[in-house]
């Protein structure tokens, strides 16, 4: 069994598949803490999780003609200064169960907890690929990463990113040795993993091995044949992945995390609780709520971190304290978000639907009951 020698989990975790290990956090808890607890960050496994010595460790980092090759070790890479960002990680297939009950589509059932956020340390990026020789001259080049996981015919886990995101220090792209100030946990790539930022988390590479700057995207399968979105009309008969672009930047995203779906409430007054967060950098403006299925609306207090312009890595925290509406004996309960470009949620899953599942940020919606 190659995944005889996975890590011990968290017991409250909720479990898509064991082999290789998927899970998320009950949605009470993930929005307990504006920082996820590590060991209840959402975990996405492709494949078994390696064992690294991090003394033998050592990252290989692919320099330009006339550039050098590298060959870092960790204590190597703690001599770049130490940069600390903020930034929540989503998975493409986050809130997948929904796109599912609309119509069946391929992948693990992902409710609404893929999604986690964290205080990451390591070097930049753009720091390293400098070292080595790299400049940003190339626009149409991209940084290839190399996971030490891999499948029974020696195939690793791979994505890549533009060069330009790369390069950019703006970007605050890192090769991360800490998560929330302590070493990564193996689930989430020990002792090295790439965080990109505002960018989907099938680019953060976990357990790093090789870097390096390519005239063309990865190759790899989790880049060129998984991870796109297509048109409702598309299926797998008909599906041409070259045909649509890598999802990098995740368009906006908001869900409710309180009440559960299904819950009995008490009458007088409901607290409604979610997270909210856009791609590329994009604040969260507003949240709108609503307790009759969309018909009326109210806005959200807006708690955790103020985000930066343009820099806006991490999630909103949400509340909405209201009256429960007298005479009523259930509610529909929708939130949406609006981030900075104004981009909304659309409101049903039907014209998002694609086949794979991904980018699902329909308006969420829990329906509970009250207490007579
Ligand atoms: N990196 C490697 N090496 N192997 C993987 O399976 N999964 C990717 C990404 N990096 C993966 C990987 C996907 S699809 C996601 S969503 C994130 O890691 C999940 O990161 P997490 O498990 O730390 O939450
Ligand atoms: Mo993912």
């Not at 169960?97 to 589509?105: G, H, L």
């Not at 800490?178 to 989907?200: I, T």
Request: net charge negative; with cysteine; hydrophobic share 35%.
């Amino acid at each position: 069994d190659p995944y005889a020698d996975d890590p011990v989990r968290h017991p409250a975790l909720k479990i898509n598949s064991q082999r290789p290990f998927n899970a998320e956090p009950p949605l009470e808890l993930l929005t307990e803490n504006y920082i996820t607890p590590n060991p209840i960050f959402f975990t996405r496994n492709h494949l078994p999780v390696p064992n690294l010595d991090p003394d033998t460790y050592r990252l290989y980092v692919v320099g330009p003609p006339g550039g050098q090759s590298l060959s870092l070790s960790l204590d190597d890479l703690y001599q770049f200064p130490k940069h600390e960002v903020t930034v929540t990680l989503q998975c493409a297939g986050n809130r997948r169960s929904e796109m599912t009950q609309f119509k069946e589509v391929s992948g693990l059932g992902w409710n609404a907890g893929a999604i986690s956020t964290a205080r990451w340390a390591g070097a930049r990026l753009c720091d390293v690929l400098a070292q080595a020789g790299h400049q940003l001259s190339e626009t149409e080049a991209h940084v290839c990463f190399e996971g030490l996981d891999s499948d029974p015919t020696g195939t690793a886990y791979g994505a890549s990113i533009p060069l330009a995101r790369a390069m950019d220090p703006e970007a605050e792209v890192l090769l991360a040795y800490e998560m929330n100030g302590q070493p990564l946990p193996r689930d989430h790539g020990f002792p090295v993993r790439v965080v990109v930022p505002g960018v989907v988390g099938a680019r953060h590479v976990k357990w790093l091995g090789k870097v390096s700057v390519e005239p063309e995207e990865s190759y790899s399968h989790w880049q060129r044949r998984d991870y796109k979105g297509f048109s409702p009309s598309v299926d797998w008969d008909t599906v041409d992945f070259d045909s649509a672009p890598s999802i990098q930047e995740l368009p906006v995203q908001s869900a409710i995390t309180q009440p559960k779906d299904g819950e009995t409430i008490e009458s007088g007054e409901v607290t409604v609780k979610g997270y909210a967060w856009s791609g590329g950098g994009r604040a969260v403006v507003r949240v709108d709520v609503s307790l009759d299925g969309g018909l009326t609306w109210q806005v959200a207090e807006l708690d955790g971190e103020e985000q930066r312009p343009r820099k806006a890595w991490a999630w909103r925290l949400w509340q909405l304290q209201a009256p429960v509406p007298p005479g009523k004996t259930e509610l529909n309960i929708v939130c949406k978000a609006v981030d900075d470009s104004y981009n909304v949620q659309p409101d049903t899953v039907a014209p998002i639907w694609n086949l794979r599942g991904v980018l699902s940020n329909a308006w969420h919606r829990v329906h509970v009951h009250i207490a007579p």
